[in-house]
């Protein structure tokens, strides 16, 4: 077992990427530049490292802004937060990742402001020196004389933020309507939009400058304690069932309840793990009692998720709509072969057949890939193993937060050369 928690026997193959530091030390040099079709252009700017970050800028076809380099400091980027709140969904799991690796002599985040009270997550961010508190208009104005970056999110902020304040990124976390009504009531205070995914930046994100910086996962959560036929026997799964597996919050957009139907189709040595909390859990729990009684567990996340993610056998991902999808990222670094809807950055991390299955929302399609996984489980393997090298290079908070640096510092330059010009 390496560093990270990944086995070898358990993975199902020996031939395994190991190493903590392997995982956490990706280069510049492994991140692509893609040109947005919308006639973006890729602008390169040479770095202290030596190395070379494309960043994609959407702007109007035939004209061709200059980016400013990023900025040297006296002292790191200040940045608040501010959204509705920072719970233990991907919002606040990706807060809590920028924080986390964050260089700090670059940028720093020193508070989140939240529009509305909803305390859950908050003490993780406390207790990481980060205090969250209502966003009132006397903390905005604060806020705003202290920061270089309001980083937002989730609500509209047209009427909100102070009439003085600092560069404006909003960060389009989803590829709903509602992502999509609070960019545009916000249009009047944005400088600049960063979409999780590319389908969020054409669904949600015309007509804004908007650059696509995807998600990245935090290991410290996916670390294996215990092994894995351990885990499996606490939670009552014998080693010759088939365990499928799905994280996330019990809301209706989760569709978790098409898994318990989806188990329902299959015989008796498929088994059910929801791992989650939420307005639909007591819902969930009567609904796979009728169904699939003595076949499912369903239990509370906690810190450590990567004891869970390795007891499955299969990982299920059935939301109707979503704008990343970290589970699906976690899933596939702890080499789970994943069955995902086509929703989020599902389409772009994950080529069907290849590092996973792309297929409808439908129980009957989520049971015709599980039945196809258990059937031929070195084929499941070699599709995890794919996954997880992918996640290894491409899915990391510290490349997340690199691009972030990186782009913010741009950011802040640029508002900076148009002010004093």
């Not at 395994?16 to 947005?36: H, I, K, N, P, R």
């Not at 006639?39 to 980016?67: A, H, K, M, N, S």
């Not at 400058?209 to 935090?218: H, R, S, V, Y």
């Not at 589970?327 to 670094?333: K, T």
Request: with cysteine; aromatic share 6%.
């Amino acid at each position: 077992m390496d560093d990270f928690g990944f086995d070898a026997d358990m993975a199902g193959g020996n031939d395994y990427v190991t190493g903590y530091e392997q995982f956490m030390s990706l280069s510049y040099e492994d991140l692509t530049c893609q040109q947005a079709s919308t006639g973006g252009q890729c602008d390169y700017e040479e770095l202290e490292t030596g190395t070379r970050v494309g960043i994609p800028i959407e702007r109007p076809r035939g004209r061709r802004r200059q980016i400013p380099p990023v900025r040297n400091l006296d002292r790191p980027l200040r940045i608040v937060c501010l959204g509705p709140s920072f719970q233990l969904g991907g919002v606040g799991q990706q807060t809590l990742s920028l924080a986390r690796y964050f260089n700090p002599d670059r940028a720093r985040i020193t508070r989140c402001l939240v529009t509305r009270d909803d305390a859950e997550g908050h003490k993780r961010l406390a207790g990481m020196g980060i205090p969250v508190e209502t966003a009132t208009p006397s903390r905005l104005e604060r806020a705003a004389e202290d920061a270089e970056i309001f980083l937002l999110w989730g609500d509209h902020f047209d009427r909100t933020l102070p009439q003085r304040r600092p560069t404006c990124v909003f960060v389009a976390h989803g590829e709903s309507a509602w992502t999509r009504q609070g960019l545009e009531r916000s249009r009047g205070v944005v400088d600049h939009v960063i979409a999780v995914s590319e389908r969020v930046r054409g669904r949600v994100c015309g007509g804004f400058e908007t650059t696509t910086i995807l998600n990245g996962i935090d290991p410290s959560r996916l670390a294996a304690t215990r092994p894995r036929q351990a885990v499996r026997r606490s939670l009552g799964i014998r080693r010759d069932e088939f365990l499928v597996g799905c994280v996330g919050r019990m809301t209706q957009e989760k569709q978790m309840e098409r898994l318990i139907s989806a188990v329902a189709l299959l015989p008796r040595s498929f088994k059910l793990l929801l791992v989650g909390s939420g307005s639909r859990r007591t819902e969930l729990v009567e609904r796979a009692s009728d169904l699939i009684p003595g076949r499912f567990v369903i239990v509370r996340p906690n810190d450590h998720l990567g004891d869970l993610y390795r007891a499955m056998d299969a990982f299920a991902f059935p939301s109707a709509h979503e704008g990343f999808g970290l589970v699906v990222a976690e899933a596939m670094a702890c080499r789970v072969p994943v069955v995902a809807t086509c929703v989020g950055a599902v389409p772009e991390i994950i080529e069907n057949n290849v590092s996973g299955m792309v297929v409808d929302s439908s129980p009957e399609a989520f049971a015709d890939a599980m039945k196809k996984l258990a059937k031929f489980p070195h084929w499941a393997a070699g599709m995890a193993r794919q996954a997880h090298a992918f996640a290894l290079r491409r899915l990391v908070a510290r490349r997340m937060a690199s691009d972030y640096e990186t782009l913010l510092s741009r950011l802040v330059a640029a508002k900076t050369a148009a002010q004093t010009a």
